[in-house]
């Protein structure tokens, strides 16, 4: 079955305690990227991928880091989290970057940051 | 730069009415893709429909119905007879083509709530 895998779904955690959030997609997707949903704000891009070793910055980037070194994988890194990174987190992946190609969505990582 | 605007927050209806769900966009660029997500209560996100600038055939899916108006630029959303199911929060996006490197440009977000 074709689909984008997050890890873990759910977190609470300590400001500054590093943490990572794994995604993983298995349809040989280049493009990967995250977004943070937060309430009256839909969702806004952190970072994203458009093939292995290339990675840039979304709209949101400060505070998180990223790396792809392998295709399937595109983990998001905290690596001092604060409160205001609290939020909702999706990880997508899509062919290319075209629009016409379809972006799937893992099912998302709730963190709680205290 | 890439703006959708989602005017309506929270919409709240009795079952079987009708409902619309507002979207305007703003975007430079000629090609464009435009789509609709539910996310339910549960959270993940569900595709509903995606529709590329040049194609502004409205479309009709069960209940659900999407009016694209180029010269407005609104890609608007109807839920016919709604139900309790379809109480959700629903997002419109944007993908400009190749200035926006794959990026979705969401809206805010409108929280629909259907009572029975």
């Known amino acids: 079955e074709a689909q984008v895998t997050q890890n873990p779904r759910y977190l609470i955690t300590v400001t500054g305690k590093k943490l990572t959030v794994t995604c993983s997609q298995n349809?040989?997707?280049?493009?990967m990227s995250w977004y943070r949903q937060d309430p009256g704000l839909g969702l806004r891009q952190i970072y994203y991928?458009?093939?292995?070793?290339?990675?840039d910055k979304g709209d949101v980037p400060e505070g998180y880091k990223v790396s792809r070194k392998e295709k399937r994988n595109f983990p998001l890194i905290l690596e001092s989290p604060s409160p205001n990174q609290t939020s909702l987190y999706f990880c997508?992946?899509?062919?290319?970057?075209?629009?016409?190609?379809?972006?799937?969505f893992g099912p998302g990582t709730r963190l709680t940051v205290t | 730069a890439q703006k959708v605007t989602q005017a309506q927050t929270e919409i709240s209806v009795v079952e079987k009415e009708d409902v619309t769900l507002d979207c305007v966009y703003e975007?430079?660029?000629?090609?464009?893709?435009l789509f609709w997500y539910k996310q339910p209560p549960s959270g993940e996100l569900v595709f509903l429909i995606r529709?590329?600038?040049?194609?502004?055939q409205n479309e009709i899916s069960g209940r659900y119905s999407w009016n694209f108006q180029k010269s407005t630029s609104s890609f608007n959303f109807t839920i016919t007879a709604s139900q309790v199911v379809d109480s959700a929060v629903y997002f419109c996006?944007?993908?400009?083509?190749?200035?926006?490197?794959?990026?979705?440009?969401f809206g805010q977000g409108t929280i629909l709530t259907v009572h029975p």
């Open positions: 975007t430079r660029d000629t090609t464009y893709y």
């Open positions: 991928s458009m093939n292995v070793e290339v990675t």
């Open positions: 997508a992946s899509s062919f290319t970057t075209g629009g016409e190609n379809e972006q799937y």
């Open positions: 529709r590329n600038s040049f194609d502004e």
């Open positions: 349809m040989n997707h280049e493009y």
């Open positions: 996006a944007l993908n400009g083509g190749g200035t926006s490197y794959g990026k979705l440009t």
